[in-house]
Each structure stands twice: as structure tokens, then as C-alpha cells.
């Protein structure tokens, strides 16, 4: 298939909507942008999703219209002041440049998730005190890597472990929080919201 390829890049882009919605375009979200102000929709998969280092968002909305998965590249943004609605999941966001050299520019701070559904949705390498969360059903462990002995030492239901500090699938060092959306962990687990919020509920390190 030949994509379409939409650049922005070299500019500031300001109080624009801008319509990420096409299925056969590639957006490249790219280097020296500034977007401030601007509401952006997204309609696409997260391969249609291109951004660079030095993006940078300003005060800006993201309205999610199609569930955004695994888009790690967030992490080379830089988020300012921005308002998140929608379901995203297996996403990163923040300072994280062991990830990639990319991901040394980026980073997270004063930005609201409240009007959004996230599932194992990362913070990486930023103080999550400056953000907004989601309220339940979804959950977010604070400083998980810090607490690991503590979060670990429990019996979570159908096995879950919230971090994981050793081996090949360990979570990075530079975790500073993930949110997890309870009904869709209660799925993949084969149990049931309400066994996970009964361990929450004996943890300070966790908003839910």
C-alpha cells in the first residue's frame, strides 16, 4: 500500500484542529514543530503516527477516536499543559533515553489524563505529581519501581505482577508510574474488577 505522507515540521502551529484521521496517511509530526493550542484528532493506528525529536505540544487537546496501542514514540515529544480524551493502551510518555536517543528530548509535565482510558500506560523518567490521572476503574501505581518489594509482596489475583524487576522482561528503571484499566486486567487475568480493587485499596502509592 502507498501511503499518503503529511509532514509538519519547522513551524508553530498555533489554536489549529488539526484531523489525524486518515487511515492511508502517514503523519510525521516532525522536528523543530511547536503546536500550541491546538486540538488534534486521532483516528489512525499508532504505525500511521510519526513523531521526531523536538516535537513539541503546548496546552493542547488530543481527542483519541480509535484506541491508540503501543505507540511508544511519545516519548520523543516534549507535552506541556495538554488535555488527553480517549482510549490509549500500551503507551509511554516522558523522559527515557535509554530507549532510544530520540527519547532524550522528551518529556511529560501539568498534563491531564482524567478524561482518559489508559492500560498499561507508562511515565517515564518525569514526576507524575505534575499529571492528572484517570480515576477508576483505572488505577496508577506511583514510583513502582521504588515500591516493588512492597507491591510484590502481596497475592495479586490470577497471578498479576505490577512490576517486574528482574530478568528480560523487566519494567525500566526510569518507571515512574503506570495506570492500568481494571476491566480489561480483570479479563486478561480471568477474575474479576473487584478482586483487584480490594489490593489496591491497601496501597498508598496507588490513585485510583
Same mark, same amino acid.
Given at each position: 500500500?502507498?501511503?499518503?505522507?503529511?509532514?509538519?515540521?519547522?513551524?508553530?502551529?498555533?489554536?489549529?484542529? #488539526?484531523? %489525524?484521521?486518515?487511515? =492511508?496517511?502517514?503523519?510525521?509530526?516532525?522536528?523543530?514543530?511547536? *503546536?500550541?493550542? !491546538? $486540538? #488534534?484528532? %486521532?483516528?489512525?493506528? =499508532?504505525?500511521?503516527?510519526?513523531?521526531?525529536?523536538?516535537?513539541? *505540544?503546548?496546552? !493542547? $487537546?488530543?481527542?483519541?477516536?480509535?484506541?491508540?496501542?503501543?505507540?511508544?514514540?511519545?516519548?520523543?515529544?516534549?507535552?506541556?499543559? !495538554?488535555?488527553?480524551?480517549?482510549?490509549?493502551?500500551?503507551?509511554?510518555?516522558?523522559?527515557?533515553?535509554?530507549?532510544?536517543?530520540?527519547?532524550?528530548?522528551?518529556?511529560?509535565?501539568?498534563?491531564?489524563?482524567s478524561e482518559a482510558r489508559l492500560d498499561g500506560c507508562r511515565i517515564?523518567?518525569?514526576?507524575?505529581?505534575?499529571?492528572?490521572?484517570?480515576?477508576?476503574?483505572?488505577?496508577?501505581?506511583?514510583?513502582?519501581?521504588?515500591?516493588?518489594?512492597?507491591?510484590?509482596?502481596?497475592?495479586?489475583?490470577?497471578?498479576?505482577?505490577?512490576?517486574?524487576?528482574?530478568?528480560?522482561?523487566?519494567?525500566?528503571?526510569?518507571?515512574?508510574?503506570?495506570?492500568?484499566?481494571?476491566?480489561?486486567?480483570?479479563?486478561?487475568?480471568?477474575?474479576?474488577?473487584?478482586?483487584?480493587?480490594?489490593?489496591?485499596?491497601?496501597?498508598?502509592?496507588?490513585?485510583?
Amino acid at each position: 500500500m502507498l501511503y499518503n505522507k503529511v509532514f509538519y515540521e519547522d513551524r508553530e502551529i498555533e489554536n489549529e484542529r #488539526l484531523e %489525524l484521521t486518515d487511515k =492511508g496517511s502517514l503523519y510525521f509530526l516532525g522536528s523543530n514543530v511547536t *503546536f500550541s493550542r !491546538c $486540538t #488534534l484528532v %486521532l483516528k489512525v493506528s =499508532g504505525r500511521n503516527l510519526i513523531f521526531d525529536q523536538g516535537t513539541r *505540544f503546548v496546552d !493542547c $487537546t488530543f481527542e483519541v477516536k480509535q484506541e491508540l496501542k503501543n505507540h511508544q514514540q511519545w516519548v520523543f515529544a516534549s507535552l506541556k499543559g !495538554c488535555r488527553f480524551k480517549g482510549r490509549l493502551s500500551g503507551c509511554d510518555f516522558g523522559h527515557w533515553p535509554s530507549y532510544s536517543e530520540r527519547a532524550g528530548h522528551g518529556s511529560i509535565e501539568d498534563c491531564d489524563f482524567s478524561e482518559a482510558r489508559l492500560d498499561g500506560c507508562r511515565i517515564m523518567g518525569s514526576d507524575p505529581a505534575t499529571l492528572r490521572f484517570p480515576k477508576w476503574p483505572c488505577f496508577t501505581i506511583l514510583e513502582p519501581v521504588a515500591r516493588a518489594r512492597e507491591l510484590n509482596s502481596v497475592q495479586w489475583p490470577g497471578g498479576f505482577r505490577p512490576i517486574i524487576v528482574e530478568g528480560e522482561y523487566r519494567d525500566p528503571p526510569s518507571t515512574r508510574a503506570v495506570t492500568f484499566y481494571a476491566p480489561a486486567l480483570a479479563r486478561r487475568r480471568e477474575t474479576t474488577e473487584e478482586a483487584f480493587r480490594a489490593v489496591i485499596e491497601q496501597f498508598d502509592c496507588i490513585l485510583y
